[in-house]
Nanobody, 115 residues
Framework: QVQLVESGGGLVQAGGSLRLSCAVA????????MGWYRQAPGKQRELVAT???????NYADSVKGRFTISRDNAKNTVYLQMNSLKPEDTAVYVC?????????WGQGTQVTVSS
């Protein structure tokens, strides 16, 4: 079982920055990949960024160059640094972990970007 707890969301003006954190209960060494997804009102959940156990990253085109995903194995935490935020980034951001082909999700954290 994997438990994920997100934090760091909030309200920010366009052009601002936020850093999201996803704390993993237990060691993240056994987790194959982790990622951040987001869901805006009336829209489907979409991939934002992923990072594998080997450190390989992948980003949605809409966030490339603005968002950075990273992991701190010592702290069992994955981060999403979000810069140059836009109103269209407004959504609930949810942390994801894949372990032995099972997918786990956090509760989500709200990010609101005002224009």
């Amino acid at each position: 079982q994997v438990q994920l707890v997100e934090s760091g969301g909030g309200l920010v003006q366009a052009g601002g920055s936020l850093r999201l954190s996803c704390a993993v209960a237990g060691s993240i060494f056994s987790i194959n990949a982790m990622g951040w997804y987001r869901q805006a009102p009336g829209k489907q959940r979409e991939l934002v960024a992923t990072i594998t156990s080997g450190g390989n990253t992948n980003y949605a085109d809409s966030v490339k160059g603005r968002f950075t995903i990273s992991r701190d194995n010592a702290k069992n935490t994955v981060y999403l640094q979000m810069n140059s935020l836009k109103p269209e980034d407004t959504a609930v951001y949810v942390c994801n972990a894949v372990k032995l082909l099972k997918w786990y999700w956090g509760q989500g954290t709200q990010v609101t970007v005002s224009s």
